[in-house]
């Protein structure tokens, strides 16, 4: 079945930074772009950026630029989120998500969720 | 960046009752870029509708979406005790996509 997985629990320092992995699996990894959404404890939705598998490309929220990296890798099926710079106001829970049956606009699809704790 | 508010913060009703959650947007959006999701506690969230009307596969026809421009509505036209859950709106625009700040619904 379709489904991203996503990589285990991170706790990292402040000023430190953190990579995510999202690994695809079930469909053409390269037909569909993957966002990444995070979550702080008891908050909304936060929208961070999205990468097209297909040729690498991304856009990044405006709040991210400079500090985010998204990358794939197709061989492996998998994308990547790297996050430098972390502050502890960036707890969170880290998903990945894709618009696969409704366009790259609606999230069908979820990872499970990264728990990136940034504690000194 | 186009801000979505959701209204209201908190909506207290009785399994049965029927549920309106509005989404404001701080500037036009195109109705196909308008999205509805479900979170429960621990949780990813669930896409219910896009396109603001149209519902995703398995998803009960008691929620309904509607709404033009800047105003969009998600009603749940009976609630069932596995609706209590926060809701949040999503929109895509100026190649950026942002969510409401989402509306609890709990049992009253």
């Known amino acids: 079945q379709v489904q991203l997985v996503q990589s285990g629990a991170e706790v990292k320092k402040p000023g430190a930074s953190v990579k995510v992995s999202c690994k695809a699996s079930g469909y053409t990894f390269t037909s569909y772009y993957i966002h990444w959404v995070r979550q702080a404890p008891g908050q909304g939705l936060e929208w961070m950026g999205i990468?097209?598998?297909?040729?690498?490309?991304?856009t990044y929220a405006q709040k991210f630029q400079g500090r985010v990296t998204m990358t794939r890798d197709t061989s492996t099926s998998t994308v990547y989120m790297e996050l430098s710079s972390l502050r502890s106001a960036e707890t969170a829970v880290y998903y990945c998500a894709s618009g696969y049956n409704y366009g790259r606009d609606a999230f069908d699809i979820w990872g499970q969720g990264t728990m990136v704790t940034v504690s000194s | 960046e186009i801000v979505l508010t959701q209204s209201p913060g908190t909506l207290s009703l009785s399994p049965g009752e029927r549920a309106t959650l509005s989404c404001r947007a701080s500037q036009s959006v195109s109705s196909s870029y308008l999205a509805w999701y479900q979170q429960k506690p621990g949780q990813a969230p669930r896409l219910l509708l896009y396109?603001?009307?149209s519902r995703a596969t398995g998803i009960p026809d008691r929620f309904s979406g509607s709404g033009s421009g800047t105003d969009f509505t998600l009603t749940i036209s009976r609630l069932e005790p596995e609706d209590f859950a926060v809701y949040y709106c999503q929109q895509y625009g100026s190649s950026a996509w942002t969510f409401g700040q989402g509306t609890k619904v709990e049992i009253k």
């Open positions: 396109g603001a009307s």
């Open positions: 990468i097209n598998p297909s040729d690498g490309s991304t």
